[in-house]
């Protein structure tokens, strides 16, 4: 039961969208406002969690080019009051103040200055979902290794800090924007509503050079509802006031019309990280 409990909680950290109101704090230099700081200081300490696909064997895809079994993050303010998001290989590592290079050794990444910070209540009542308390936006510098991430100046690193109630522990969630790829679809006007549609080798076609293809439409969990051919008709225009010698046009159309819409696909690195409610600071 625990472990349905555990999966749970991670699809709803994860589905957390990190915005920021109108009513998010000005921060200057990292610091955080006086204000806030009595609404930041019960979540600071050491959090034990994971990077997703940072336990594959391949390090290559990961966040890091170390395999992170048990990393600790760290939230901290300094006498300054700027806030700091430090990472460490393990928990040996955290006791002795060893902090990771978190992508890996020579890069020289850093968690730099807090640029955006905003605090919430919490709800009235309390349920027994996990509910948001703090979302943060950091500075984050690639160093070295800009491969790792999407390296450019706006891809800070994200913040959102939660509080579950049933298991007494709070919770944050990173993101890191890892690549941007094109995701262009091909789509068809059905009744005036676009559709997604995929294309693919027809079945029992053999052929490897020149396969005849199908169209499907799919759903909106992306499974195929119903496939076609797409047709080709020769048309004809009149042309309305003839030339000598032409007085029509010849064209192809080809039924349904499809048309591919531009977008973008994107990749994040993503962690989740624990705390007991109870742990001391």
């Known amino acids: 039961m625990l472990v349905h409990r555990i999966a749970a909680i991670v699809i709803v950290v994860l589905s957390t969208c990190v915005v920021f ?7 200057k230099n990292g610091v955080v406002p006086k204000n806030q700081i009595a609404s930041v200081t019960p979540y600071l300490g050491d959090y034990e969690g994971q990077w997703n696909s940072s336990v594959t064997d391949d390090t290559s895809d990961g966040i890091s080019r170390y395999k992170l079994e048990n990393p600790v993050m760290r939230l901290s303010l300094d ?31 850093k968690v730099g ?12 009542p309390v349920g027994d979902e996990p509910y948001q308390v703090l979302a943060a936006r950091l500075d984050f510098d690639w160093g070295n290794c800009p491969a790792r991430v999407y390296a450019v100046p706006s891809n800070d690193l994200l913040l959102a800090l ?7 522990q709070y919770i944050v969630q990173l993101r890191l924007l890892k690549r941007v790829q094109a995701d262009g679809k091909i789509v068809v006007d059905d009744n005036g509503v676009q559709r997604v549609v995929k294309v693919r080798p027809k079945a029992g076609d053999s052929s490897m050079y020149d396969p005849k293809m199908e169209y499907c439409v799919l ?15 020769l048309k004809r225009y009149i042309v309305p006031f003839p030339f ?19 977008g973008v696909k994107k990749t994040y ?3 989740v990280f624990h705390r007991p409610i109870d742990a001391p600071q």
Do not use: Y
Request: negative net charge.
């Open 21 to 27: 109101s109108a009513a998010g704090a000005t921060i």
């Open 79 to 109: 006498a300054a009051n700027q806030l700091h998001v430090q990472f460490f290989m393990d928990r040996a590592s955290a006791d002795a103040n060893d902090e990771l290079d978190l992508l890996g050794f020579g890069c020289r990444s």
């Open 113 to 124: 200055n807090l640029l955006e910070l905003e605090t919430k209540k919490p709800p009235k």
């Open 162 to 168: 939660l509080i579950d109630p049933t298991q007494k």
């Open 219 to 233: 759903n909106e969990f992306g499974e195929v509802e119903k496939c076609f051919d797409q047709e080709t008709e």
């Open 244 to 262: 000598p010698g032409l007085s029509a046009v010849w064209f192809t159309k080809k039924t349904p019309d499809l048309k591919v819409v531009p």
């Open 269 to 271: 690195h993503e962690a």
